[in-house]
């Protein structure tokens, strides 16, 4: 497995984050270690998190099979923190 941070990831634009919160998403999870993109990494952020969405990043989807699933998140409370390792688990529905 390569441990090198690639630069070319895809990640969710602010326009795209404005249609997210105009959507009423309440989550969004990726499978890299930011959501947002390289060249702009807080402004996707300031819109997510203000709209109150959760950012759920580095999940490793390896090894899930296609199919509908319940996410189940359970995030560490660090005070005065702005993030949090989490333990998230899926169960098929």
Same mark, same amino acid.
Do not use: Q
């Given at each position: ?58 999940? &490793? ?8 699933? &319940? ?10 923190? &702005? ?11």
């Amino acid at each position: 497995m390569d441990n090198t941070f690639r630069e070319d990831y895809v990640g969710v634009e602010d326009c795209a984050a404005k249609f997210l919160v105009e959507c009423r998403i309440r989550t969004i999870g990726v499978d890299y270690l930011t959501v947002a993109p390289w060249h702009d990494t807080v402004s996707t952020h300031v819109t997510l998190l203000s709209a109150g969405i959760w950012i759920i990043e580095g999940l &490793d989807f390896r090894g899930v099979a296609p199919g509908d699933y &319940d996410l189940v998140c359970l995030p560490l409370k660090i005070v005065g923190s &702005d993030g949090s390792p989490a333990r998230c688990v899926i169960r098929p529905r």
